[in-house]
């Protein structure tokens, strides 16, 4: 089945950094990359998602790039802030499988102020 | 519009009753998953439903199982409830089953065995 590895498991830096956290899949199939944000007490909430015919995507201060050859796409986030202190997961999903995501582990990031 | 709706919240139970959860997906979509969330296994697939029939499960056992119904709408079961399944239940829905297609989640339920 897929293996999906998050790096780094957590993650601090200081408000207005940038933070980059990577995903690694195994499944060669798979076509389909989003990323989710979970607060304390809330479901995961879909922040970005691309899919395999593009190589970066960007929405204000999150993207996503790709690396289809590689087998990893990334998250990042620019000019962070303390409301983006949450834990972020990497589910990638193939064609075969329909609706299952595979999550990676998280990566808990903390915004210093 | 309408997220993805889960209730109840919070449930307690005790080793051996079973439980029912349930889910009500944002309007429109018609493809229902469940997921598993525990500090030590992480977010787990349990099943997907499409117009009323199962298409997908993951690796659990027969106590578990699910339905969903004409509106879309899903509920899960488990029965002969033991200490680990303790956990947060998700739901998660998407238009269709387009492997594209993104999945929306709800914010779970949260069940206690003891």
């Known amino acids: 089945g897929e293996n999906v590895e998050q790096h780094p498991s957590t993650l601090s830096v200081q408000e207005g950094d940038s933070a980059v956290i990577k995903c690694t899949y195994s499944d060669s199939a798979s076509n389909y990359f989003p990323w989710y944000k979970q607060e304390l007490g809330k479901g995961p909430q879909l922040i970005i998602d691309i899919r395999s015919n593009v190589g970066e995507k960007k929405d204000q201060r999150i993207a996503v790039t790709l690396n289809k050859t590689a087998k990893h796409f990334s998250l990042h986030i620019t000019e962070t802030q303390p409301e983006d202190s949450a834990v972020y997961f990497c589910a990638p999903k193939g064609v075969q499988g329909a609706q299952k995501l595979v999550f990676g582990q998280g990566t808990r990031l903390t915004i210093n102020p | 519009k309408a997220g993805v709706t889960q209730t109840p919240r919070y449930l307690i139970k005790t080793r051996g009753q079973q439980v029912t959860l349930s889910c009500s997906p944002i309007s429109g979509h018609r493809s229902v998953s469940w997921y598993q969330q525990t500090p030590g296994q992480g977010l787990q697939f349990l099943f997907e439903?499409?117009?009323?029939?199962?298409?997908n499960k993951g690796n659990f056992p027969g106590r578990f199982s699910g339905r969903q119904f004409s509106n879309s709408r899903s509920e899960m079961n488990v029965s002969t409830l033991e200490l680990g399944d303790s956990a947060l239940y998700l739901c998660?829905?998407?238009?269709?089953?387009?492997?594209?297609?993104?999945?929306?989640f709800g914010d779970g339920t949260r069940l206690s065995i003891l």
């Open positions: 439903y499409f117009s009323e029939t199962q298409r």
């Open positions: 998660a829905s998407s238009l269709d089953t387009g492997w594209e297609q993104p999945q929306h």
